[in-house]
């Protein structure tokens, strides 16, 4: 029986492939769709590996650090309306990063107003 060596290759290369990727996670990052100025809201970022130096920002101002696979914030608020950019840096580089809009907070009372004016009418 005669062997063929580019099974052999492939076989290998299939091997590496499975080992490569057994590891590789994916990060993710958990945040609300709105955010209301001045109103807490929670941020949490997951799926780093163990050893992962990581840092959460919003606009550049460094909220949260830890060394490990996940990092999260509790009741964090902002003041500035428009929009807030939330960043998770990995080992100092950029790894996610997501842009929320900011809305006064006085907007969240719209919806209960329209719908009692609707009942009056």
């Not at 840096?89 to 809009?101: F, K």
């Amino acid at each position: 029986m005669v062997s063929n060596p580019k099974s052999g290759l492939a076989a290998l290369l299939f091997a590496f492939f499975i080992t490569a990727t057994a590891g590789a996670q994916e990060a993710s990052l958990e945040v609300p769709e709105v955010v209301l100025d001045s109103v807490g809201f929670d941020i949490s970022a997951s799926g780093f590996y163990e050893d992962a130096d990581l840092e959460l920002r919003i606009n550049d101002d460094v909220v949260a650090t830890t060394r490990g696979r996940s990092i999260s914030v509790e009741g964090i608020t902002v003041d500035e309306r428009g929009s807030a950019t939330i960043t998770v840096v990995s080992n100092g580089e950029t790894v996610l990063e997501q842009s929320i809009p900011v809305i006064p907070g006085w907007v969240s009372l719209l919806p209960p107003l329209f719908a009692i004016l609707l009942a009056f009418l």
